[in-house]
């Protein structure tokens, strides 16, 4: 079935230091690839996506990279800073639902 | 003020009990998802709606009913037959078939008394 596979679960960073969480997915007619943050006891917050026609893009300190052959997809984030310290997810669109990845716990230290 | 309205933000049930999660949006948006968060875990999938009076199956919806009566309210019930209710479920609503991006709101915690 769809699914999508998300590492490391886990990251810890030094403040000013750049972060990368991976995705991999199996559907291969998915065309679209938000990525979400998640503070502690809050909703997810959409921060950036990319669709299928595009192999990257950026927005200030955060870029995504799709890599549709090999069905990944990727969140950079440079310059990190503690209010970057979160939840991150991916997922991918399927049939009108979005399927999410098992999160990434971002830790920057000061 | 526009966006996703979820209340309770607590809410506690007791045994054999059944309790309504509401979810309000003043977005315009046509479709509307609930989701169950587990310690740790990533988002699932229980029921959704694309139009009004229509709602599908997620992938955990066992224990659970919904309701689409209006365009802005997407109510969840999570029924005694739900064993292990205690989670965090979201609310999402998405503008339309055709934009694929979906907003989520803050979030109601259950717990089991």
């Known amino acids: 079935g769809e699914n999508v596979e998300q590492h490391p679960s886990t990251l810890s960073v030094q403040e000013g230091d750049s972060a990368v969480i991976k995705c991999t997915y199996s559907d291969s007619a998915s065309n679209y690839f938000p990525w979400y943050k998640q503070e502690l006891g809050k909703g997810p917050q959409l921060i950036i996506d990319i669709r299928s026609n595009v192999g990257e893009k950026k927005d200030q300190r955060i870029a995504v990279t799709l890599n549709k052959t090999a069905k990944h997809f990727s969140l950079h984030i440079t310059e990190t800073q503690p209010e970057d310290s979160a939840v991150y997810f991916c997922?991918?669109?399927?049939?009108?639902?979005?399927?999410f990845g098992s999160g990434t716990r971002l830790l920057v230290r000061p | 003020d526009g966006g996703i309205t979820q209340s309770p933000k607590y809410l506690f049930r007791k045994e054999g009990q059944n309790v309504t999660l509401s979810c309000e949006q003043n977005l315009n948006h046509d479709a509307m998802y609930w989701y169950r968060q587990d310690p740790g875990q990533g988002l699932r999938l229980i029921y959704y709606s694309q139009i009004v009076n229509d709602f599908q199956k997620g992938d955990i919806a066992e224990g659970y009913s919904v309701s689409r009566e209006k365009k802005e309210s997407f109510p969840l019930t999570v029924t005694s037959a739900q064993k292990n209710p205690t989670a965090f479920y979201l609310c999402?609503?998405?503008?339309?078939?055709?934009?694929?991006?979906?907003?989520f709101g803050a979030g109601t915690r259950l717990s089991v008394l």
């Open positions: 999402a609503s998405r503008p339309n078939l055709a934009k694929n991006i979906q907003y």
């Open positions: 997922s991918m669109d399927s049939s009108y639902k979005l399927i």
